[in-house]
């Protein structure tokens, strides 16, 4: 099994429906990270969380919100899903500061 | 966190060495440098870091010039399966630090 899974794999779904992505991992890292990438471009930070009680916006957090249900669990939401949404999207995991993250598979998103 | 330039693309013979440079003028002393890499749109894997002295692991091996405002990425033998998107990126070692990408640098294999 993969050290982090994302959920669901990909996902069309329409302007203005809530839509959930989920990630959890096994690696017992404390530190979960929520991206996105447009085409040709880097990643860009949306939500970070450095435990279960700390939660906090990254460079391109509007639109875009996250539950961090336990140390293994970090969903994303979209509450009313726009078409410059779609994206593809990862999860990541640190143990901290110093050490390398692991990253998700990723979630290919359309909205239409 | 230091910006990086990385030149957008570069091409290596299968089997020679690939050297991919960053550069990194901005870099304070308590900055790492980290290397990632992005096969196609799978998730991206770390490769290696560094502070200031030279790092080599069972993937690559990262030479950090001496007053640590450039560094080269050096994958010994290239194959086809290192064709990625390469990032460098320079990371403090703040507890609040975070990894963010630029558009970093495309490396095709070639046979």
């Known amino acids: 099994d993969a050290d982090v899974t994302q959920t669901p794999r990909n996902r069309i779904t329409k302007t203005g429906k809530r839509i959930m992505l989920e990630c959890s991992q096994t690696k017992g890292h404390d530190r979960m990270y929520w991206y996105r990438q447009d085409p040709g471009l880097g990643l860009q930070l949306i939500y970070y969380s450095f435990d279960v009680k700390d939660i906090n916006k990254g460079e391109i957090s509007d639109g875009y919100s996250v539950s961090r249900q336990a140390q293994a669990k970090f969903s994303l939401s979209l509450e009313s899903a726009i078409p410059n949404q779609t994206a593809l999207y990862f999860c990541?995991?640190?143990?901290?500061?110093?050490?390398?993250?692991?990253f998700g598979s990723g979630t290919r998103l359309t909205v239409v | 966190d230091a910006k990086t330039t990385q030149p957008p693309s570069m091409d290596c013979a299968e089997g020679r060495a690939a050297n991919l440079p960053c550069n990194h003028s901005?870099?304070?002393?308590?900055?790492?440098v980290y290397w990632y890499r992005q096969i196609h749109s799978q998730g991206p894997q770390y490769i290696i870091h560094?502070?200031?002295n030279n790092e080599t692991n069972e993937m690559a091996s990262l030479i950090i010039t001496e007053d640590r405002k450039s560094s080269t990425l050096i994958l010994p033998h290239a194959t086809l399966r290192d064709t990625a998107v390469y990032y460098c990126i320079v990371l403090h070692t703040g507890t609040a630090s975070k990894l963010t990408f630029g558009t970093g640098t495309r490396l095709q294999v070639t046979l």
């Open positions: 560094g502070l200031k």
């Open positions: 990541a995991t640190s143990a901290g500061s110093n050490y390398g993250y692991t």
């Open positions: 901005t870099i304070s002393g308590n900055e790492y």
